[in-house]
């Protein structure tokens, strides 16, 4: 992968698009190298070489096509002459959903849907190598940037607490154990920000 990591940030699943992708142009070109050796003998040996770079660059281009799951985001990355990369931080991808032809299931490959925040709309990436393993691990990267977000909340609220409160140690405890409860409400949708707001206001005030 070209795209430098963040800090503290860790590469989940590299994927490609499937192999059978590369089997039209090999096909492509064995069909061109057997007729132009059988017709033009030396000369179509000459075309063969030549014809091979078709091959050569579409694998190119399939090696350098790749989807990157890390801690904080999905990166897309493209190109070998040229360069192409998107990424999509996990807190903005709403859905990701995949499906699979009886084909695909066969042989390992799938459409994968990641849909994003509105500014970012919706994409499909097709041929996935092993599509179901690239919607999990999205999934799961979520769940664990969810979690650390809410833990990086309470300790913050924690740390702003014993800066500024007189109370004895236990009490902040409590407290922050509170806010970290109010916080996970939050991000499950139990409660509305407003609820969170004064709920969190209470607890700070005592």
């Known amino acids: 992968?070209?795209?430098?990591?963040?800090?503290?940030?860790?590469?989940?699943?590299?994927?490609?698009?499937?192999?059978?992708?590369?089997?039209?142009?090999?096909?492509?070109?064995?069909?061109?190298?057997?007729?132009?050796?059988?017709?033009?003998?030396?000369?179509?040996?000459?075309?063969?070489?030549?014809?091979?770079?078709?091959?050569?660059?579409?694998?190119?281009?399939?090696?350098?096509?790749?989807?990157?799951?890390?801690?904080?985001?999905?990166?897309?990355?493209?190109?070998?002459?040229t360069r192409y990369s998107k990424e999509s931080p996990l807190d903005k991808i709403n859905n990701v959903e995949y499906d699979q032809s009886i084909w695909g299931r066969l042989f390992g490959y799938g459409n994968v849907d990641i849909q994003t925040a509105a500014e970012m709309g919706e994409t499909t990436y097709e041929l996935i190598h092993h599509p179901k393993l690239l919607k999990d691990t999205i999934t799961h990267a979520q769940e664990e940037y969810k979690k650390t977000a809410i833990n990086n909340q309470a300790i913050q609220l924690a740390q702003a607490i014993a800066a500024t409160s007189a109370a004895p140690a236990y009490t902040q405890n409590i407290i922050a154990d509170e806010l970290h409860k109010l916080f996970e409400l939050l991000q499950k949708g139990a409660i509305t920000q407003e609820e969170y707001n004064q709920q969190k206001n209470r607890l700070l005030q005592r």
């Open 1 to 81: 992968m070209r795209t430098s990591l963040k800090k503290d940030e860790k590469i989940l699943l590299i994927t490609r698009q499937h192999w059978i992708k590369l089997l039209l142009p090999i096909f492509i070109w064995l069909l061109v190298a057997a007729l132009s050796i059988w017709l033009l003998q030396t000369t179509g040996l000459i075309i063969t070489l030549a014809a091979a770079l078709y091959p050569m660059i579409e694998y190119l281009s399939w090696k350098n096509n790749l989807w990157c799951i890390t801690s904080v985001r999905v990166v897309d990355e493209s190109g070998f002459f």
